[in-house]
């Protein structure tokens, strides 16, 4: 199934440890490019959060954010190690008196010292685990909107593959009617200047000047590009790279039969294939 490489997740889950919240996003690169930002008590988990990531992506630049909200932090608790706090502030008084200056202790700067606010012991193990099974959920959705867009990126390049078909049956049943009237403005310039004619180096001219504008070989391979194109577009694999490559030779395709016009109507469709192959190739560009 076709994906694109432009989506985002967000999941979230509660529990009696506090609530994670995992926010993934993701865009078009040519590679797999994990970008994690975790809390510090669960950077140890990273490689395996990574494992998880590779298992089901392939390509995209990965922005991966997990938080964490503890439910002491939550619920606004606050514990105060009161001993500690008063062997403080009572230092504080013995240095005023002891420096002959009166200093006003500030409650918000006793908060602030280090060892006054207890922090709660938090087993990190269940929340390690809740945030790689709230990861797998997060990927899953991620995934699903991946082949969503990937749908639409299909049906948007499929159209353009038909218009591409149209054009190369539209030449192929143009090119007889465009070699005679070459051939025939070709003998008219001769007939004009009213001069004998070498039969044999006429028709070497003439041979020549059709090799020149042949385009039948061109015209084949753009045609077989699009079946190749079409047979891609169904496989149940990363087909990003494979239809890249599929666009640089329909491209050259077309240069080709531009550079081969000897008529108004092989330019126009020239530059009509040009105009449809950039398009695919942009949206090819999101394409996993």
């Known amino acids: 199934m076709i994906k694109s490489m432009t989506a985002f997740a967000r999941c979230e889950h509660k529990a009696e440890f506090g609530t994670l919240i995992w926010e993934l996003r993701s865009v078009n ?96 193990k269940p929340v390690a685990e809740a945030g790689e099974a709230l990861l797998q959920q997060a990927l899953a959705e991620l995934i699903n909107n991946r082949e969503r867009e990937g749908e639409r990126l299909k049906d948007l390049i499929a159209q353009r593959c038909v218009a591409v078909a149209d054009i190369v049956e539209q030449m192929l049943e143009l090119m007889p009617e465009i070699r005679d009237n070459h051939r025939q403005k070709f003998l008219s310039k001769f007939e004009e200047l009213k001069v004998e004619l070498d039969k044999n180096r006429l028709e070497q001219e003439l041979v020549y000047l059709v090799q020149k504008m042949d385009i039948d070989e061109e015209l084949d391979r753009l045609g077989s590009h699009v079946k190749e194109l079409s047979d891609v577009l169904n496989r149940d694999e990363a087909v990003g790279r494979r239809l890249d490559f599929l666009m640089q030779e329909l491209n050259r395709e077309a240069n080709t039969l531009g550079s081969k016009s000897a008529d108004i109507r092989m330019t126009q469709a020239s530059v009509e294939l040009k105009v449809l192959i950039e398009q695919m190739r942009e949206q090819i560009q999101n394409i996993e």
């Open 29 to 124: 690169h040519r590679y797999l490019d994990i970008s994690m930002r975790l809390p510090d008590d669960l950077r140890g988990m990273e490689g395996r959060y990574r494992e998880l990531v590779n298992a089901g992506l392939s390509r995209g630049k990965l922005e991966c954010n997990l938080m964490f909200k503890a439910a002491s932090a939550e619920e606004g608790g606050v514990e105060i190690n009161e001993a500690y706090a008063k062997s403080m502030i009572h230092a504080c008084e013995h240095l005023n008196a002891t420096l002959h200056q009166s200093s006003v202790i500030n409650v918000v700067d006793i908060l602030k010292w280090p060892g006054v606010v207890k922090q709660a012991t938090l087993d990190m």
